[in-house]
């Protein structure tokens, strides 16, 4: 073993700036990401343990944010501790196409600067432009993976719309289409007439507005008044729905009111009794308008009512004649209200807070209408799953503890959106994504993994909801539907999903309904989620509030490390963290810190020989020595019990607070005035203590640990030491 290097360099401070690029590089070039090349390198045993995890991928939408870094540091401080340990280790990275973000932020450029539409351009010139931003943002994003430290093998880099993926995309479609899961057919859909396609019900966002409610009748002799918000649906109304124990309205039930004009447009109206109705809200009675209301439209199928649809793809009316035909819901609901003042039916008119939905890529304000759409029916029951079906396996990994969330609280979150999800529309009107795998030919469908042979057939125009192709993700990316892959053989059962606690519906849910469904295994063992990074006040970031941080610009100023350790410090899973350039700063000191520790160190041990098996260590050291061991130890236990953000600060505590301020200081009058021995025991134990405090430090501070050990004259990289046993 050679003597440590005492290098100039240390006589300089530690500068991130010259030192990351170089670290990571040396990282990069070594192949070691790599599972099969520390194998091939003797630095993995073959059969050793596996750890896999796949990267949440990125949209490829732009640019990095926090909480995009605070996923990168908190699964790469798994993926080194894991690595450290001997395990099997994949990383596997990659980018999600997004689809309709993507769609929206390439029109909305094109528009901006050329003033033109996707119309303009054509499907195959569009597709052209999105794929090219789609390349240079996705350039950006890994570069700036790398940035943060992210220890990606990125030989099996993956891209939700690639041609391996497309095939698991339509290899997984046709398999749930034979089992008659997926079918096609008439239900309420959030409509977007902005983006003009359907959107899910976790693409909406709610934004608090001023509106107002409407108490009114159809008709000087109806028995009954409603309420509203939106008096334009109401000429698509077919009954007035209440509540079967409310005695005010028990002598209407199953009469039928026709209405010669209200508003232009003939309505008849029946009086039904239904459960869902509240009485005490409003007037306890419900205008049911089946073909603009979810609500009303499963009202409606209990009740085996007409629909009527009443306003179209662009949020205009189809009905009314002159009054309110062609022109927008907005204006129509004030003639409607203008006429029910004319004709004394406007009982009250009342000022409300309301929640609008609205599309949260466009902006446009959601209408509920009838589509012939595609669909995932999660109720139907799967013989060859045990008789369950979509939903009820989505709830039973997680009850049975198959799959563990961290934190706990969050399973109450997943099981009552379970309980009330409802049959997932899967198809998109844009243009970028994965294709329908349908063909249609005069009466004929055809659903295959391959285009049909022949002439005359024409594919399904929708796209697949991004979300489709994103659920298959822990599995696409190892090589399914190649079931003889062996990656797909070795890191198929991931070990850990960790994500933002916000999109445990979007994406973890779907993960587990298409693996439990499609494998009949669970995609992941846990779920660990990560709150959301916030400003100092405990706001969200964002550009137009003037508090967002960029990851980029934080690192040029402090360092990779600095912005890691501040991004896990002091917040536990789950919970929200509160960022600062103070805190980071703080980080920055710390890594300056150890780098002045190190120094010290190596210049305590020159004049000695080296000898890392010293067996001579006197009472004091061994005092020592055992209270640093029992802090590895709980280091040990509380990373792999995923509770980084205790870990980290025992680490911190113990590198500053203990062995800087204490155990250095005290050795300083023992090199000074110590007997030999008492010099070369405390020399040795500052050795040994400063690499264990470099290994146990580098999964949370890459960079500099990594430096440090190199600038040592250490032969073997440091991200590949074996992890300090007690």
């Not at 008789?387 to 009850?399: A, G, Q, R, T």
């Not at 062995?659 to 405390?682: C, H, L, M, W, Y």
């Amino acid at each position: 073993m050679q003597e440590p290097n005492t290098d100039p360099k240390f006589l300089k401070p530690y500068n991130p700036q010259e030192t990351e690029d170089r670290i990571y590089k040396l990282w990069e070039e070594s192949g070691l990401f790599n599972p099969d090349v520390c194998i091939e390198k003797g630095v993995t045993d073959k059969d050793a343990k596996a750890f896999s995890i796949v990267l949440p991928p990125p949209n490829v939408t732009g640019t990095l944010h926090l909480g995009h870094a605070a996923t990168l540091t908190i699964e790469d401080i798994m993926v080194r501790f894991a690595r450290m340990q001997g395990k099997r280790t994949l990383w596997l990275p990659g980018t999600d196409h997004a689809a309709i973000a993507t769609q929206s932020k390439v029109e909305k450029i094109i528009e901006k600067e050329e003033g033109k539409r996707k119309t303009d351009l054509g499907r195959e010139e569009f597709l052209k432009r999105v794929e090219k931003f789609a390349q240079d943002s996705h350039d950006t994003i890994v570069s700036q993976c790398k940035k943060m430290g992210a220890s990606l093998d990125w030989s099996r880099e993956a891209y939700t719309l690639d041609e391996k993926r497309n095939l698991a995309v339509r290899t997984a479609f046709k398999k749930m289409y034979d089992d008659k899961l997926i079918y096609r057919g008439h239900r309420i859909v959030n409509w977007d007439p902005k983006g003009q396609t359907v959107i899910s019900d976790d693409e909406i966002v709610y934004e608090e507005r001023k509106a107002k409610m409407y108490t009114f009748k159809y008709s000087s002799d109806f028995p009954i008044y409603i309420s509203t918000t939106r008096p334009e649906t109401k000429v698509g109304d077919v009954a007035v729905a209440v509540n079967p124990s409310d005695e005010r309205y028990e002598k209407y039930i199953g009469k039928t009111y026709v209405v010669e004009d209200f508003c232009g447009v003939p309505l008849s109206i029946k009086i039904i009794a239904d459960e869902a109705v509240e009485k005490e809200f409003g007037t306890g009675a419900l205008g049911v308008t089946p073909a603009h209301s979810q609500i009303d439209s499963e009202i409606a199928s209990r009740h085996n009512l007409e629909t009527k649809q009443v306003i179209n793809e662009f949020a205009k009316m189809t009905v009314g004649g002159e009054r309110i035909l062609n022109k927008k819901t907005t204006e129509a609901r004030e003639v409607i209200v203008a006429w029910l003042k004319e004709n004394d039916l406007l009982e009250k008119e009342e000022e409300i807070i309301q929640n609008i939905s609205m599309a949260e890529r466009t902006g446009g304000i959601i209408e509920p209408l009838p589509k012939l759409q595609w669909f995932i029916d999660v109720n139907k029951k799967i013989s060859e799953r045990d008789n369950k079906s979509l939903k009820e396996l989505m709830l039973d990994v997680v009850k049975d503890k198959s799959i563990e969330i961290i934190p706990e609280r969050f399973e109450r979150v997943y099981y009552n959106w379970i309980e009330n999800l409802r049959d997932w529309c899967i198809s998109r009107q844009i243009w970028y994504g994965h294709r329908i795998p349908v063909w249609y030919k005069d009466k004929e469908i055809y659903c295959g993994i391959e285009e049909p042979k022949g002439e005359g057939w024409e594919q399904d125009l929708d796209t697949l909801d991004t979300w489709f192709s994103s659920g298959l993700w822990t599995f696409s990316t190892m090589g399914w539907p190649n079931v003889n892959s062996p990656d797909f053989i070795a890191y198929r059962k991931t070990d850990v999903l960790e994500t933002a606690y916000d999109i445990i519906f979007f994406w973890v849910a779907r993960m587990i309904l298409m693996t439990t469904y499609i494998l009949g295994e669970v995609p992941f063992k846990t779920v660990y989620l990560h709150g959301l990074v916030r400003d100092t006040q405990g706001r969200k970031m964002s550009k137009s509030l003037g508090n967002s941080l960029d990851p980029v610009e934080l690192i040029n100023k402090y360092g990779t490390d600095a912005v890691r350790m501040s991004l896990v410090m002091g917040t536990g899973p789950g919970n929200d963290s509160k960022m600062s350039e103070d805190k980071i700063r703080a980080y920055k000191n710390y890594a300056n810190k150890l780098w002045n520790i190190t120094r010290f160190v190596i210049s305590s041990k020159e004049g000695f020989e080296y000898n890392p098996t010293f067996e001579k260590y006197l009472d004091q050291e061994k005092k020592l020595i055992k209270e640093r061991d029992e802090i590895i130890k709980e280091i040990t236990k509380e990373i792999g019990e995923y509770k980084f953000y205790l870990a980290g600060e025992k680490i911190y505590q113990y590198t500053w607070s203990r062995f800087a301020d204490v155990i250095i200081e005290e050795s300083k009058p023992i090199f000074q005035n110590g007997t030999k021995e008492e010099k070369e025991s405390r020399a040795e134990f500052m050795l040994d203590t400063l690499t264990k405090i470099l290994k146990i430090l580098h999964p949370f501070m890459p960079f500099v640990t990594e430096e440090i050990w190199q600038t040592m004259g250490k032969e073997k990289l440091l991200m590949v030491e074996k992890w300090p046993t007690i």
